[in-house]
C-alpha cells in the first residue's frame, strides 16, 4: 500500500507541477505527445525524453540489483532507498529551480527526468522484487483484475475453496494497492499546488518507512 500511495502522490504532482508530465506512466505521456503535436502546445520534448530516461532508471535498477544479488545481499532495501535518493533529488532540484516557466525548458526538462528516473526504480522494484504483489503504479490492471474477482465471487457465493478463494485473495491484493494509489493522487495534487515541489518530503518519508520493513531477503 505504501508504494501504491508514493506512485499515485508523485505521478499527480509531476503531472501538475511538470505541465502535464506522467512520471510513471510513460504510456499515457505517449498520448499526450500525440495530442500536443496536433494542437501544436509545448511539452513535446519533454514526454519524448521520458522514455529513454525511464528505460535507463529501470536498466540501472536491474544491474544494481544483479550486483548486489551476486554478493549475497538483497537488493529491495537498497533500490527502496535509490528511489528515495531520486525523489530527494526531484524535490530539492524543483524547489531550487521553481517556479518552472515551460514544459521544455531546461529547467522543467531537468526536474521531470529526476522524478521519471525515482518512478522508473518503482516499476523495476515491483517486477524485481515485489512481483507476487498487486503492481503499485498501473492501476489499469488490478482494477480489471479487481473486476473480473469480483463479478465472480458474487457468480460463486460463498464458496470455500478453489476459484473462490483463489478471487477473494486476488480481491485482497488489488483493492487495497488501488484505494492507496487514489489516496496519494488526490494528496499529491492538493500537495504540489500548496508547498510546490516541498510536498514530496511525504512520499520520501514513506519510502524511509518502509526500507526497514522490507524483507532482506528480497
Keep these: ?13 509531476g503531472f501538475v507541477a511538470l505541465f502535464g ?8 505521456n505517449f498520448v499526450l505527445i500525440g495530442a500536443e503535436l496536433v494542437s501544436t502546445s ?7 525524453l521520458a522514455l529513454p530516461a525511464f ?9 544494481i540489483a544483479l550486483a548486489l544479488e551476486r554478493r549475497g545481499i538483497g537488493p529491495l532495501r537498497w533500490l527502496l532507498g535509490l528511489q528515495a535518493l531520486l525523489l530527494g533529488l526531484f524535490c530539492g532540484v524543483g524547489l531550487a529551480l521553481a517556479p518552472l516557466h515551460a514544459a521544455d525548458g531546461l529547467d522543467a ?8 528516473a525515482a518512478m522508473g526504480v518503482q516499476n523495476a ?25 469480483a463479478v465472480d465471487l458474487l457468480r460463486l457465493g460463498s464458496r470455500a475453496g478453489g476459484p473462490a478463494a483463489a478471487a477473494r485473495g486476488r480481491l485482497g491484493r488489488m483493492l487495497p494497492a488501488v ?3 487514489a489516496l496519494g493522487a488526490i494528496a499529491g495534487a492538493f500537495g504540489v499546488a500548496a508547498l510546490s515541489f516541498g510536498c ?10 518502509l526500507i526497514p520493513l522490507a524483507d532482506p531477503e528480497r
Design 21 to 28: 508530465l506522467f512520471t510513471s506512466h510513460v504510456t499515457g
Design 125 to 149: 522494484i515491483a517486477r524485481l522484487s515485489l512481483a507476487h504483489l498487486a503492481a503499485t503504479t498501473v492501476m489499469t490492471v488490478n482494477v480489471t483484475q479487481a473486476v473480473i474477482d
Design 109 to 116: 526538462i531537468t526536474v521531470g527526468m529526476l522524478g521519471v
Design 42 to 48: 509545448g511539452g513535446v520534448l519533454a514526454k519524448l
Design 1 to 13: 500500500m505504501g508504494l501504491g500511495f508514493v506512485a499515485g502522490f508523485v505521478d499527480a504532482a
Design 55 to 63: 528505460v535507463l532508471a529501470v536498466a540501472a535498477t536491474r544491474l
Design 179 to 181: 484505494a492507496a494509489f
Design 200 to 209: 514530496l518530503v511525504l512520499p520520501i518519508a514513506v519510502l524511509a518507512g
